[in-house]
């Protein structure tokens, strides 16, 4: 903390979008809006991994035909690949069970579907 | 629960500002595998060294989470008898 | 659709899937590889659903040969894994052999296809898997709407 703040804004980003899927988590009913604040929450996580890994004035660390430049960090990128499929598998099931919830009820709203029965 | 909502966006947007400043991260573990990923692995690019050669059990349990996701759609939307379109 | 739409749609759809083959094949010297490719792929599926309508495309694509393909996908993947098993699990035992072999020299260079060992193998295995995955959750969702309208 001696030299001053830093300004990042990639994590300052981050921080919004963890911050308004929160809020839709929290406040919203309709089930199809609690789908979408759950999607916004992954996309959230996984720009955080990626901006973790940036060096200053990077490349992209690939052998073909490099441009002159310092590498930027792999791993990172290796691990945002493997959430990014695991959230779009998590996407699908919450979608047809959704749908299934609309056809066993009759409607979105979160209250409906919270009796218990047989 | 505003408030609660209230104190999390700040802690949040506080540590946005406490963490390393961006563009240097703090990691030597990479320069190695940018070093070494041609001659060990053979393969022009990193990322896709990383992937398959040096981290791949975690491809092989992301693998194993699409597999059983695709099982438990395609589960869920069995019908008993093929309907017909009435024109 | 109209008619304008379905003749484009027959068209692009060519590109869409040569695209999303080359992606996978080249995964070992440009960006890309498994994942990316099929997911390209699968969204020239998407384009073949929306297109057409989802009776249409289920008379040639039916859900059990998706099924075969992503097993056979899966299967691939783990005896690759198992191949170089004298030494550790994952060991990449094509490197400096004659199959896929050639090591490429340290620093920049024009690509060479013939390298990288087993993870051109392996790109293609994990390519199945994601492209039959994914239409095969693409295709049931739009014919589980589809007829839901129509059974009453």
């Known amino acids: ?118 | 629960m505003a408030v609660s909502l209230s104190i999390f966006i700040g802690f949040l947007i506080a540590t946005a500002f406490l963490i390393h400043p961006f563009g240097y991260p703090p990691s030597e573990m990479d320069d190695y595998i940018i070093e070494n990923a041609q001659s060990e692995t053979g393969a022009n690019n990193a990322v896709t060294s990383v992937v398959f050669d040096y981290r791949g059990f975690d491809t092989l349990g992301e693998a194993t989470i699409l597999f059983a996701a695709v099982t438990g759609v395609v589960m869920l939307f069995r019908r008993k008898k093929l309907s017909r379109i009435k024109p | 659709m109209s008619k304008i739409v379905r003749t484009m749609a027959s068209l692009l759809i060519l590109f869409a899937l040569i695209y999303g083959v080359y992606i996978i094949m080249h995964g070992h010297l440009t960006p890309g590889g498994g994942f990316q490719g099929g997911a390209v792929f699968a969204s020239g599926v998407a384009l073949l659903i929306v297109a057409f309508g989802s009776e249409i495309v289920h008379k040639s694509l039916k859900e059990h040969h998706l099924s075969i393909l992503e097993s056979s996908g899966a299967l691939i993947f783990i005896g690759l894994a198992f191949g170089g098993l004298a030494i550790v699990f994952f060991y990449n035992f094509l490197v400096g052999s004659s199959i896929f072999g050639h090591i490429p020299p340290s620093g920049p260079n024009p690509g060479d296809i013939w390298t990288a060992g087993v993870i051109p193998f392996m790109n293609i295995a994990v390519g199945l898997k994601v492209l039959a995955g994914l239409s095969a959750i693409l295709l049931v969702m739009a014919l589980a709407t589809t007829l839901m309208e129509v059974e009453e």
């Open chain 1, 1 to 118: 903390m001696t030299e001053g703040i830093p300004f990042n804004i990639p994590f300052l980003a981050v921080a919004v979008m963890i911050g308004i899927a929160f809020y839709i988590i929290i406040s919203q009913r309709n089930l199809i809006k609690l789908v979408m604040g759950l999607s916004i929450l992954a996309s959230g996580v996984n720009l955080f991994l990626i901006t973790l890994g940036y060096r200053e004035g990077g490349v992209a660390p690939i052998y073909t035909h490099t441009p002159a430049g310092i590498m930027v960090l792999p791993v990172p990128q290796a691990l945002t690949l493997t959430s990014i499929v695991i959230a779009v598998a998590c996407l699908a099931l919450m979608l047809s069970m959704v749908i299934h919830i609309y056809r066993h009820t009759g409607s979105t709203a979160s209250e409906k579907s919270r009796i218990m029965k047989g």
